[in-house]
């Protein structure tokens, strides 16, 4: 090959690189089926129903399979962040926590939501049966990358998180960006439990 072509080569792959490293690709998403039952919002209660676990988690698939724990008072909003000392969601604890959060999660109207989530520590999270996100290890606050979430049809999706925050401090929020443009956490009158 002659030198110019290589140079040319050489700067293509440096830009897609610096591109690359400045972009955060979105996961691709197809929702699946709204939930059973009604979709008025006055058979559901306001907020994500919660339980808690107390113990120092290392990974969230701990959180699987285990039972018992205590109802926790429920998540109003997904916009949670607190630093050393402060309580970990709904508790009255700084640390070792664990929690299935279970609940709905309501999409207004058909399109391409792009969603993202901030934790601290360790996640896993599901809408409308389908698996998103997984950041299950021990970690600082760190956003998950863009997920783009297609909804077909407009109403309460399922939502499932699983989610521990071993000491220190803790995050738990959620943003969408929605088919209009809108930016925000996602309000609080988007999360309602059966």
Not at 17 to 26: D, G, I, Q, R, Y
Not at 47 to 53: A, E, H, M, Q, R
Not at 64 to 85: A, C, M, R, T
């Amino acid at each position: 090959m002659n030198q110019k072509l290589i140079t040319k080569l050489l700067t293509i792959c440096a830009l897609f690189l610096a591109f690359s490293s400045a972009h955060t690709w979105a996961q691709e998403f197809t929702a699946g089926n709204p939930a059973d039952g009604t979709s008025a919002s006055e058979t559901y209660k306001p907020g994500l129903k919660v339980t808690y676990f107390f113990r120092m988690f290392d990974h969230v698939d701990e959180l699987k399979s285990i039972s018992g724990g205590i109802e926790g008072s429920p998540i109003e909003q997904l916009n949670h962040v607190s630093f050393e000392d402060g309580q970990v969601l709904t508790t009255d604890r700084p640390d070792g926590v664990g929690a299935h959060i279970r609940g709905l999660l309501k999409f207004s109207s058909a399109g391409n939501y792009t969603l993202k989530l901030q934790s601290n520590d360790g996640v896993k999270l599901d809408i409308g049966g389908v698996h998103l996100h997984s950041d299950p290890e021990i970690h600082a606050a760190r956003w998950s990358p863009d997920m783009s979430y297609n909804v077909n049809t407009a109403g309460w999706y399922d939502l499932k998180i699983d989610y521990y925050q071993r000491k220190g401090t803790a995050a738990l929020r959620m943003k969408w960006v929605t088919p209009n443009g809108t930016e925000e956490v996602i309000p609080t009158s988007a999360f309602a439990h059966r």
